[in-house]
């Protein structure tokens, strides 16, 4: 127990901190910190009660106080009651924490050591506790930043909405809408570029009914998301939302079919084509069609965010490669090409030139990437037979024409001719050489192909039938005189059929013809070829009376008065010379059949000659099934000839034939209906311009 010293008298109560030596666990366990290393200083109770003094040093020496037991860590302060200088107002309890202070080596000096090093557990929690709590007040600034965010932005566009370029993000629907109809209104007039790989064309959004939905597109971008990884990402990221438009997917449909031959592109094989004598690779290209389904789901989808719109398409491809164009470029076409070939006569020889020999030359695709060659034997044989023309006699078939009112034989010649596909059999061998380019013409016997002997024996003698019809404008005569001249002379060999678009072939500007009137859908109009029916009408009955076999023929849809009811024919042709409707009549005569035509400026006649074998009839029926007009209006400005219109009715026409050699008789019945023609009205003549 420490002594106790008294204070002089008169002196204030006063308290002094003591430094008591640390005790040391058994074991050197290391000292304690300085925080933790106190100990409690208990008050002596019974010098208390006694009222005594307890004895204090008052010469600086340190008091002895008994060791105190152990305590725990949290227990171990030091408490040291203030002593007043009446020990009988000494306050029990009233005690002040003192910090142990570990002793010194050499006893007491006054000064306080430093805290030792902590153990490296402790430091790694003291970290994770300073880590949590940055963390936790990270996470609530991020927290409170997130919360501050929602409210700001709630009922706005999200941020980083891009539409078409517009950045709406942000923004209330209605200011949305806003600057969308601001940014983007004024070029949906404009017209839509559509592009099919480098091909491109345009359409009039107006005129397919396509409308931009603002508001839908707007609603389209959606509300503020929740996430806050999304919302922090919208800070440094855009959002395309395509515009909402209307349309009218009937039309547009129509208008991308209209377009479509300007974007679709049919595939192309390579090939080589000449400039002359030089030749030129043609890479292959290979094909695109519209998808149209999703060509018009992409238009109605892009066609207001500015720009092309891409239209989806199908690629078709091609069998040829560019490397197999360039090896037959060099190893066919220039070696082809390199020198002229000669083609040696009889007494005179010919020459080939590079350019009629590119211009012959023919290039197709081999099914391995490249090219095959081929030589067009008329543009070859074009090239030469001209300057062998001296060494070859034609052939010349006989002829039946009139003279002096009968038909008379004009002999048959033979000729000599080159046998071309035995002289040119070898020609692609010879365009590879590079020396003897040489090629011999064979000559032939070239019999008449149809000889003296055949027009004897063909009896052609006499007329076996002739037919004539009256009526017609100017400009049909020049027609119906230009389709009689190449008509005039045409021989029909027994069992042959004849017909008259395959005997003339086209019949247009070029061939003579001219635009010249014609009835199309009951009212009257103007074609080229016009009144050729004429012609044919008259063919057929001639054909009709010679006892021929019809193999085709059709009525007019309207009755004509000039013409035989339910004994007449129309033909007509494609604007490219295609048959549409014909005349066609077979020969079953013994005897060959020769055609003469003659006219005047207001008839014409067709004649068959042969040997005369059928005696033939007709007997046209009552017109049956009448059926009344009806009214037209042709609309003002139309080219218009107004008609009182004409019923339409029925007929049966029966056709007789007797065999003169054998007396059979057989009869042949044909029904025709016709159309009423209808009563054309013409509207007002549009007014004077004013």
Not at 95 to 103: D, E, H, L
Not at 175 to 198: F, I, M, S, W, Y
Not at 437 to 457: G, L, M, S
């Amino acid at each position: 127990m420490p002594e106790n010293h008294d204070q002089p008298s008169g002196a204030e109560p006063s308290t002094e901190r003591f430094r008591t030596e640390p005790e040391c666990p058994a074991g050197g366990a290391q000292p304690e910190s300085s925080v933790e290393q106190t100990t409690r200083i208990p008050v002596v109770q019974a010098d208390l009660e006694a009222g005594t003094r307890p004895n204090l040093p008052t010469n600086g020496q340190k008091p002895e106080l008994p060791k105190p037991e152990p305590e725990s860590d949290a227990e171990r302060t030091v408490q040291i009651a203030a002593l007043p200088a009446d020990f009988s107002a000494f306050p029990i309890g009233e005690t002040q924490a003192i910090p142990r202070v570990p002793a010194e080596p050499s006893g007491w000096s006054g000064a306080l050591p430093s805290d030792p090093e902590p153990p490296e557990a402790d430091k790694k929690r003291r970290g994770l506790i300073r880590a949590g709590i940055a963390a936790g007040a990270a996470v609530g600034a991020l927290a409170l930043l997130y919360v501050g965010d929602l409210a700001l932005t709630s009922g706005t566009v999200p941020r980083g909405t891009v539409v078409a370029g517009v950045d709406i993000g942000g923004l209330d629907e209605a200011a949305a809408e806003t600057q969308l109809r601001e940014k983007l209104g004024p070029g949906l007039n404009e017209p839509v570029e559509l592009r099919v790989g480098d091909r491109a064309t345009k359409i009039n959004p107006e005129q397919v009914g396509l409308q931009m939905d603002w508001t839908a597109t707007v609603q389209q971008a959606g509300s503020q998301p929740l996430n806050p990884f999304t919302r922090i990402a919208s800070l440094f990221t855009t959002h395309e939302v395509a515009p909402v438009s209307h349309g009218d997917r009937e039309q547009l449909v129509q208008a991308l079919e209209q377009v479509r031959p300007q974007l679709d592109r049919a595939p192309a094989e390579g090939t080589i084509r000449f400039e002359g004598a030089k030749p030129v690779a043609v890479d292959p290209v290979t094909g695109q069609a519209i998808d149209m389904q999703a060509a018009t789901d992409e238009v109605l989808a892009r066609w207001a965010e500015g720009g092309a719109v891409q239209l989806p398409y199908t690629e078709q491809p091609v069998s040829t490669t560019r490397e197999g164009v360039q090896r037959a470029l060099t190893e066919v076409a220039q070696p082809a090409v390199a020198a002229p070939v000669t083609v040696r006569g009889e007494g005179k020889n010919a020459t080939l030139s590079p350019e009629t020999i590119g211009a012959s030359l023919r290039f197709e695709p081999d099914g391995a990437g490249g090219l095959k060659s081929s030589v067009d034997l008329p543009t070859a044989i074009g090239g030469v037979e001209p300057q062998l023309a001296d060494t070859i006699k034609p052939s010349k078939d006989a002829e039946i024409v009139l003279e002096g009112g009968a038909p008379v034989v004009r002999p048959s010649t033979d000729g000599i001719g080159v046998d071309w596909n035995k002289s040119f059999e070898r020609i692609d061998e010879v365009l590879r050489r590079p020396q003897d380019r040489t090629v011999q013409a064979i000559y032939v016997h070239e019999p008449a192909k149809f000889t003296t002997d055949q027009a004897n024996q063909m009896g052609i003698r006499e007329v076996v039938s002739e037919f004539t019809t009256n009526g017609f404008e100017a400009a049909s005569g020049v027609n119906i005189r230009r389709v009689a001249e190449q008509v005039n002379g045409a021989i029909i060999k027994p069992g042959e059929t004849f017909s008259l678009n395959g005997h003339t072939g086209p019949r247009g500007i070029p061939q003579g013809y001219v635009e010249s009137g014609i009835i199309e859908n009951g009212r009257p109009g103007r074609a080229v070829g016009g009144g050729i029916s004429q012609f044919a009408t008259t063919l057929y009955n001639a054909s009709y009376f010679a006892g021929m076999q019809n193999v085709e023929h059709k009525a007019h849809s309207y009755y004509i008065s000039r013409y035989p009811a339910g004994r007449e024919a129309t033909v007509f042709q494609s604007p490219s010379g295609a048959s549409i409707i014909d005349v066609k009549f077979k020969n079953v005569a013994k005897s060959g059949i020769v055609i003469t035509t003659r006219w005047t400026a207001s008839s014409i006649t067709v004649t068959l000659w042969g040997t005369k074998q059928f005696d033939v009839t007709s007997q046209t029926g009552e017109r049956t099934n009448p059926t009344e007009p009806q009214e037209k209006v042709v609309p003002p400005g139309e080219p218009c000839s107004p008609s009182k219109g004409t019923p339409g009715f029925s007929v049966n026409d029966t056709r007789t034939i007797k065999d003169l050699s054998t007396g059979q008789v057989r009869t042949e019945t044909q029904h025709t209906v016709y159309n009423p023609q209808p009563i054309i009205h013409c509207g007002a003549p549009p007014p004077p311009p004013g």
